[in-house]
Structure formats: C-alpha cells, structure tokens
C-alpha cells in the first residue's frame, strides 16, 4: 500500500490497550507497561500500563496499528512523532506517531517474522539505549 506521502507500508501487527493481565506478559520497566500476544493466527499484542507510565496518553488510552516501512527516518518525516524512533530489539527501528490523533506505529526491519517475534520472546526488556524521553525528539 502507499498514501499521499509516496511511502510503502504493510500490516505488521495490531496494538490494544488492556487492562486486564494477561499470560506470559513482558514487562518494561523504561514504558511501565507489559506487553502480552494473543495467542490466534494474527499478530495481535496486547499492552497494559501502570499508572504512571510515561508514554503519550494516546499510546496508552487507544489501539494502534503497526505497519512495516522500508524507510523509517523517510515515513516519519514532518509527522508528529509520540515515541522513536528508537531501536527496542536489534534490527528492529520503531517511531510512533500521532495520525489525525490515533497513534500509528511504523516499523523497519529486515528481520523476518519468525526471527523478531523468537528474539521478542527471548528478550527481557525492551532496549531503550539512545531513547531519553518517550514523546521526545
């Protein structure tokens, strides 16, 4: 798919805010907030924040979708940025920004499916080196 922007994107995953704990969740102590999949044939990830997570309220209070670009710096340019852009898992570049206010999560890897949803599992915490403030840029 592309849009007026002239950026390719396609579908990675659905993103919805709980409140309810859910199994096998992952903690991130950086974003208070653990992250859990749904167990179906389609990417779905659930994400539920503590109080005081320090993310954009529009992270936390709506779903998001995520969306596969070949050129993050290129997609986000002149959007307003929520979190990112940012490197959570190795050869996984994410930016979330804010879309007619409802966050839109934009992803660049080379990494097949298999490979980043096997490192997401083994993985403790996110990797927020280089990320000083959620929201900031």
């Known amino acids: 798919m592309t849009n007026e922007t002239n950026f ?3 579908f990675h995953y659905l993103g919805i805010p709980t409140q309810e ?3 096998n969740e992952h903690y991130s102590e950086k974003f208070k907030m653990y992250t859990s999949d749904n ?3 389609f990417r779905i990830q659930f994400h539920r924040f503590e109080e005081d997570s320090p993310l954009h309220p529009l992270i936390k209070n709506n779903p998001h979708i995520a969306f596969k670009v070949e050129n993050l710096m290129t997609a986000i340019q002149g959007q307003e940025t929520l979190l990112g852009p940012y490197e959570p898992i190795e050869g ?3 930016a979330i920004i804010n879309d007619g206010g409802m ?3 934009l992803v660049e890897t080379n990494l097949t499916d298999e490979e980043l949803w096997g490192k997401a599992k ?3 915490d996110l990797n927020t080196d280089g990320l000083n403030q959620p929201g900031s840029r």
Do not use: L
């Open 122 to 124: 083994e993985q403790n």
């Open 21 to 23: 704990v859910k199994p």
């Open 8 to 10: 390719k994107y396609s």
């Open 103 to 105: 966050p839109i999560e």
């Open 39 to 41: 167990p179906g044939k």
């Open 92 to 94: 996984y570049e994410v």
